[in-house]
């Protein structure tokens, strides 16, 4: 580790608690000791009280970023090839799309190809799974598959996990129990160092399933909302997510549905056959089956590029179905409770968020004592919340290319999209109470002319 990132991460660490700290200061007020009941009686104090305690719940999966954050360095060198990419084995880079933006996938696939032609790799192909047929240009490196309209799965799997288990089928496989999966969204493009983190931790062989970074800044940015929003998820990637991977060897909490990189005889074996309940949220559903049946899990070097949603309503689509996959899948009987902690936990937190929103803002206008310590309990994961939304912003721009001016500015409407982002992701939990039985999956316009700005 050089002494300049050794540097950054130590400032990266300070600014975590210095944010948890002035979080604490502006809860506690002037830290006046009063009676809540004799000032707000008795019903206003228990509303103020009961969302601060539904606080609770995102205790754990704060913690669990907080320790990704200070325990492994967050701004590491590029990775570099271990081993040569002739020597490893056969990957497959499969992306699952409806076939509604042909255009799109044929851009990434010839870009995305050029890549990992730049680094050395050569024994891997591209496999294109789609509804409807894209009619690709033909391509030693390009496979085409289309999904019969009347094909069904033995549980009846739907959506993606329907696409995906098609590909696994005997007389549709076409790979060994040796080679590997890359999976990859229709937006994702590739980067230099994420094929290096792939060839080394296909190479390095200690894992079942991998999966590394995205970020959402690289391409073209539609909805600098909902991108500064989405800085959040890089920092949960470099904070809970990484360390779930590197230090426990299992995805407690979630599991994105790209960037992934699987062993072949593994998924496979795991399937994505689990019936309608895991077809919501099908990539959070799969790695708790995976580690229900004992496989590991490591984190793969470099960052994949992707696009956040374009407009709000996609963007309150999205985290609905995400909430609703992921409490399907804390409900199901298939994964054993001791595997779906962290999803019950995710599911709980995401379902009480318009409490403890409605509940924060009303802190600021009415000021609450200590009570046995909960200020400190409830300051460090929004403190640490916060964090991951400054460090994804951090780590999506580069300060050189855009210069300390329009960086500063960028962090100060970061905040302010925090604050947004509460709200955004309160109306969707509050859509998702309503959702009860429903199930849904929305596709999000992703076409627009690439163009990269950052």
Not at 72 to 77: D, L, V, W
Not at 110 to 121: A, S
Not at 299 to 327: C, K
Not at 417 to 430: G, H, K, R, T, Y
Request: a positive charge.
């Amino acid at each position: 580790m050089s002494l300049h990132r050794y540097t950054q991460h130590i400032l990266c660490v300070c600014l975590l608690f210095l944010i948890i700290y002035g979080y604490y200061i502006l809860l506690v007020g002037d830290g006046n000791v009063f009676d809540p009941y004799v000032r707000y009686g008795r019903i206003l104090t228990w509303a103020m009280y009961i969302p601060r305690i539904c606080t609770y719940f995102v205790v754990t999966f704060a913690f669990g970023n907080l320790l990704g954050i200070v325990c492994f360095n967050t701004f590491p060198e590029s990775p570099r090839l271990k081993q040569s990419p002739l020597l490893i084995p056969f990957v497959c880079f499969r992306v699952v799309t409806r076939g509604l933006f042909p255009e799109l996938v044929k851009d990434n696939i010839d870009r995305n190809i050029g890549l990992c032609e730049t680094v050395g790799l050569q024994n891997f192909m591209f496999e294109v799974v789609t509804d409807m047929p894209i009619n690709l240009a033909k391509n030693r490196c390009v496979r085409e598959i289309v999904v019969p309209h009347n094909y069904s799965t033995s549980q009846g799997s739907l959506y993606k996990a329907r696409a995906l288990q098609y590909c696994l089928e005997p007389e549709i496989n076409c790979l060994s129990d040796n080679d590997w999966i890359v999976h990859l969204d229709e937006e994702t493009v590739l980067t230099e160092d994420s094929i290096i983190g792939i060839v080394n931790f296909i190479a390095e062989g200690k894992h079942h399933f991998g999966q590394g970074s995205i970020v959402y800044t690289k391409d073209k940015i539609v909805n600098w909302i909902t991108t500064l929003i989405d800085s959040v998820r890089v920092g949960v990637d470099y904070g809970v997510l990484r360390f779930c991977l590197k230090a426990l060897n299992r995805p407690f909490f979630s599991w994105k549905g790209s960037f992934i990189v699987a062993n072949a005889a593994a998924e496979m074996d795991v399937s994505f056959d689990h019936g309608p309940e895991s077809s919501v949220a099908e990539d959070s559903f799969f790695a708790m089956m995976a580690t229900t049946k004992g496989y590991t899990f490591g984190f793969v070097d470099g960052e994949m590029w992707e696009r956040s949603t374009f407009t709000m309503m996609d963007f309150l689509r999205q985290r609905r179905r995400w909430l609703l996959g992921i409490i399907m899948a804390a409900l199901s009987s298939k994964i054993p409770i001791r595997h779906k902690v962290g999803l019950i936990l995710m599911s709980i937190s995401g379902l009480t968020l318009p409490i403890m929103t409605f509940g924060l803002f009303l802190g600021f206008i009415y000021p609450l004592p200590s009570w046995g310590g909960i200020h400190p309990l409830i300051c460090s994961p929004l403190g640490t919340l916060l964090f991951l939304y400054i460090f994804g912003t951090i780590k999506s721009f580069s300060l050189k290319r855009i210069g300390y001016l329009k960086f500063a500015l960028i962090i100060i409407s970061t905040i302010g999209c925090a604050v947004l982002a509460i709200i955004l992701e309160s109306i969707a939990a509050f859509w998702a109470w309503f959702s009860h039985g429903q199930i849904a999956f929305h596709i999000v316009k992703k076409d627009t002319p690439r163009k990269t700005i950052v």
